[in-house]
């Protein structure tokens, strides 16, 4: 169902690293977390974390754990599909920081978030397949 899992959160100066990290790890429990350091716009040090998941047992618990979340959420996913696919089979998510230090997995719509993007195992890696098989699956089993 998914080849990996890119993953990206920018932490910033007010916002503690390790509660962040801990969060990733919250989501993907054996992730390898790279860090860089870059300058944002006010020239201000912002810390971006950044690795891939790519281990089929590790993408399967993810996706079984989107799973588990409340129906009108996967409701709301399903109906957002097309618009958080690219034409590539990449579902980009974004899961709340907060949520995910205590551990909850909540997608949101705003920019300061967790942000996946999700390579979707679809033949040929076009939008519309990946968009109905991913459709499909939260369909049959939530």
Known sequence: MIHNIRFRVFVYKNEDENKLRQAIFNIFPDAEIECVEAEGLIGDSILILTG?????????????????????????????????????????????????????MEIVDFGDAIHLKI????YPARKDIAVLKVRQFILDNK
Request: aromatic content about 6%; hydrophobic content about 40%; overall charge neutral.
């Open 52 to 104: 891939v998941v790519d281990k089929k047992r590790d993408t399967r618990d993810f996706f079984n754990r989107l799973l588990s979340l409340d129906g009108a959420v996967l409701d709301k996913l399903v109906d957002d599909l097309d618009r958080k696919m690219d034409d590539k089979g990449n579902l980009f998510l974004r899961l709340s920081k907060d949520g995910a230090i205590d551990d909850k």
């Open 119 to 122: 390579k979707i195992a679809a």
